[in-house]
Each structure stands twice: as C-alpha cells, then as structure tokens.
C-alpha cells in the first residue's frame, strides 16, 4: 500500500467513488470507528449551543464530510456498525447506486431527531458529496479545497451560515488554512468548533490561529482509537513521525491503532 507524506497509507481512491462501497469495505478491515466515538460529543456540543445562543435548529458544518457520515449518525441515529453493514455487507455489492440511495431517502424519510440539527458538508471530493445530498444526509454541501483556494461568493455565504463546525478523520489533510478560511467567512460571528485529531497532528498551530481569531481551545479528556495500522510499514512510519512532534506512543500507538484527541474552540 502506498503511504502519504504524513507516512500514513494512502486512501486517496476511496474517498472519490460515486458511492460509499469502497469506503466502507476498505474501512472496515482498519476498524475506522472515530465517527462512532465522536457522536456523543457532537451531539453533547450541539445541545448546549442550541441552549447557550437559543438557536433551535443549529447548522452543523462538518469538514472533511466524504459520503455525509457525521450527519447520517446524528441526524438518523445509525451507528457505524450499521453503515459497514449498509455498504459493506455481500448484500450492498449486489445492489445499483440508485438502489443504495433509494434505500438511504427510506432512512431520511423515517428520521428521528433530524429536524432538530441541519448539515453542511465541505469536502474535496465532488462524489461523496454528491452521493451525500441525493441520499438526504446533508443539507447543503460546499465542494472545495479550502488549503489553496478562497471560497468563492456562494461558498462564502454557505459557509457563513454555520453555528458549529466539526471533523472527524480530516485534519492532518486540512490545517489552520482551511480552518481561518472558514472563520472568515463568518463575517465577525464564530462557531464553535470540535475537532477529532490524530496525535501526530499538532494541534497548536491551528489553537494558534484560532487564538488570534477570538477563540479558547481546549483539550478534552481522553484518547479515542480511530483505527487500527493498516500496515507494518505505516505503524513504523507513524511512530517515526509521533517521535518527532514529541509524542509516546508506548502502550498506545505501538500496540497497533492510531489514536486521535478532541479539541473543543470557543469564542472567548
Ligand atoms: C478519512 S476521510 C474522513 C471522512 C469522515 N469525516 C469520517 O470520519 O468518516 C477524509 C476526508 O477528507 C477529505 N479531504 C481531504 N483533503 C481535503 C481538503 N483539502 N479539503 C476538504 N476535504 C478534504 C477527503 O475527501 C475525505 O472525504
């Protein structure tokens, strides 16, 4: 398998098919659970923000969102163990893209606290965010490379509308460039912000910026395995990597998953 620059193995190719089969056969054989982890989080974060700005029905901005997995755990209340099942199992396989999706809008269709949280998702990758909005999992989606580009006027007025915004998995591939970009777009108002990210990911240079844009971060208790090495070669080369930004990995990353911790921003 080929590794990126982070030393991680490359997954470039799953996240860029017109539907989420790829992503979550390939996934499951890593047991890639960090959406499942982070829900109660989320969904904790989204609580309080409805009751702290008297928001009723917060827009959620989700980065790095691929087939629009963080809102169909919290708006439909599926778990992941059901999206593997979903997209994963011999039975999908068998199935047309239109039969996956006409059976995800029957998911839409009977959701539970969907009405209560609405979904942006920003993405790379124009066909998990197109499988996303036809399934109804998302709200609205910003197709965009934040790294390089500013967004343009549309994009700027979708992003502007955002409460809070969260990732799971995503930065490492996006850093504070994506992240001010999106501040800025806010016009003076700031979401909040939760960010699942993998220890060998410093998270200081984005807690940097945010500080110069009015925010306080902080570090939540715990660690939460995101997944598990999908090689020898990418556990070495992680462990290299953690080694340099002055990470141990002893009883955690040596023992075979990649961990991640979550930052909470606020406006201070
Ligand atoms: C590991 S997946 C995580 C997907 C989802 N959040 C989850 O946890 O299951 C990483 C996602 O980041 C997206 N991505 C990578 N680089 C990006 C960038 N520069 N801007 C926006 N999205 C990016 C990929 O297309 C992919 O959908």
Not at 15 to 30: E, I, K, N, S, V
Not at 54 to 72: F, H, Q, R
Not at 121 to 144: C, I, P, R
Request: charged share 25%; glycine share 8%.
């Amino acid at each position: 398998m080929r590794v990126d620059t982070t030393g991680k193995v490359s997954l470039d190719h799953i996240y860029t098919q017109p539907d989420p089969r790829a992503y979550f056969t390939t996934l499951r054989d890593l047991d890639y659970f960090i959406p499942e982890l982070a829900k109660p989080h989320f969904s904790g974060l989204i609580a309080e923000y409805r009751t702290a700005r008297e928001v009723p029905v917060p827009t959620v901005l989700d980065i790095g969102c691929s087939y629009g997995i963080n809102a169909a755990l919290l708006k439909y209340g599926v778990t992941m163990g059901d999206l593997y099942d979903r997209y994963g199992g011999h039975d999908a396989h068998r199935q047309t893209r239109g039969a996956l999706l006409a059976r995800d809008r029957e998911l839409v269709r009977s959701g539970r606290s969907a009405r209560r949280v609405r979904f942006l998702g920003l993405d790379a990758s124009d066909d998990a965010l197109a499988y996303a909005l036809e399934a109804g999992f998302l709200d609205g989606a910003v197709h965009a490379d934040l790294e390089d580009d500013d967004p343009d006027e549309r994009q700027r007025a979708q992003l502007a509308a955002t409460d809070l915004v969260i990732s799971t998995g995503c930065l490492g591939y996006v850093t504070e460039r994506t992240l001010a970009r999106v501040v800025e777009a806010q016009g003076g108002a700031r979401p909040w912000m939760a960010h699942f990210v993998l220890r060998m990911f410093p998270f200081d240079p984005i807690a940097e910026h945010l500080a110069a844009a009015g925010y306080r971060t902080v570090r939540r208790d715990g660690l939460f395995r995101q997944r598990r090495f999908a090689t020898a070669q990418e556990q070495e080369l992680v462990l290299d990597r953690l080694s340099e930004v002055g990470v141990d990995p002893t009883g955690l990353e040596t023992r075979g998953w990649l961990y991640a911790q979550l930052y909470v921003s606020r406006p201070r």
